[in-house]
């Protein structure tokens, strides 16, 4: 054993843990999640690989940032509650708020090793969490700041170790409260001697059904979206009327960050989710054109979860290596993209997995269908199957000679905003040689760049 040991020391000296830190303005971080354990909940009978502790994850070069899932029970009258499944079990006494030092000391590890720690608000599940105002999120940002942050308070879960930054995975409770909540963490972030993130993770599906004005308005640096356990998912990525990934980016546009990045989220392995799976060759050819078609605003590849990374190994380095091969810093992409994955022995590729059942991503998110009727395109996994109408006979033109839902179309895939006021909503796909009615989300309105579109706030 001496050997080895000493082998693996003597290669992360050397190695490169300076050129995969995190850096905001890079196009290649790779982010995991770290606590839930979803690969464990699909293998009860094989504790021997369920997840590790957090600092197994930051030996190598694979992630760059690591978000501990999660607070699950917070609002302003008691202390937060955290879960990170069988990891830490202990709390404080008379409280129900886990003290976690080994998890501390892990922290410190990851941050020695370059990895940014992001502690994760919210999830799926039975978590019950609300920020309903603007008074609300300040206070709980004070929390927040001296549990976790650079302050300091009695109970504090990972003592002494301060966290990198928050992440706001929002899928239900009262929301009015996040966009003062991270004004006021970012008053105490101005004055602080590191730099910190604040990053969200909301569902593929545009606009978010909890965050979606919060992400419109506040400071974001990482937008980590779920194209997983939803319809919107990579494996529609030349589906024009079901990938909306073009509204994201014109969301990170218009952040009051300029920085503000898009992140692909991505299922880590075949069961990790309910859908969305990608198996590798397929999935570098969908990374590149985001890429490409997206340079200024891509910010790399989330993986749920950590709990993956030892059991479908191959495919995890292989993304990750791949990633940083072939995705850069500055804006602009590449010329050559073909440097090759360390390994390509990827997983099977399943899209259709059943959801883990002990995978809060898999719980929370398998309702969001329905929680986020908002979009359209939310509801249906199909265009076809579109809850539209596509049966009404109707003109194949009007007067002013755009298309009519109905009406007889040539180029498949064509879509194109029902007018140009930046107010409507709607919007028409070629289908089969019809015109299909589609509808932006709720609040949205429809807007057109070259030949595609993407839904946004509406014009003034
Ligand atoms: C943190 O975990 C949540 C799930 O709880 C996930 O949605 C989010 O993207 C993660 N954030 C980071 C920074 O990885
Ligand atoms: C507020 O959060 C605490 C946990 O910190 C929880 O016990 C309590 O039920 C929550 N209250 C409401 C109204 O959700
Ligand atoms: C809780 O109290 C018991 C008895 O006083 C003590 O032994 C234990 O260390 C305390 N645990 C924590 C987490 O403070
Ligand atoms: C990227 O741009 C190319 C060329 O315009 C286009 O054909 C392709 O559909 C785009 N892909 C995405 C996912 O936007």
Known sequence: MPSPILATAAFAALSSFAAATYSSTCSNNMVTYWGQNSWGGSHL????NWEKDLAEYCQDDTFDVINLSFVINYNVTGLPVLNH??????????????????IGKDIKTCQA?????VLSLGGGGNPTYSLGSSAEGVQFANTVWNMFLGGTH??????????????????????????AFIAQLRTYFASASKQYIVSAAPQCVYPDSSLGSTLNTAWIDNNYIQFYNNPCNLVNINNQWNFDYKSWDALAKKNPNPNSKVYVGLPAGPGAAGNGYIELNTLQADLKQLYTNFTSTFGGVMLWDASWYSNNQGYVKGLSSWVKANMQCGATPPTSTT???TT???????????????????TSTTASPTSTVASSTSTTASPTS??????????TSTSGGGPVAGGSCSSQGAVQCADTSGKNANYFACNNGAWLQLSCGSGTACFSSGSSIYCDWPSA
Do not use: M
């Open 45 to 48: 009978n094989d504790p021997a």
């Open 85 to 102: 499944a069988g990891h830490c079990e202990t709390k404080f006494n008379g409280t129900n708020t886990l003290t976690c030092p080994g």
């Open 113 to 117: 090793n370059g990895k940014k720690i």
């Open 154 to 179: 009695q109970y504090r879960p990972y003592g002494d170790a301060v966290l990198d930054g928050v992440d706001l995975d929002i899928e239900s409770g009262a929301n009015g409260g996040y966009a």
């Open 339 to 341: 440097a090759a994955p």
């Open 344 to 362: 390509t022995t990827a997983a099977p590729t399943t899209t259709t997995a059943a959801p883990t059942s002990s995978a809060p991503e898999s």
């Open 386 to 395: 579109s809850s539209t109408t596509t049966s009404a006979p109707a003109p």
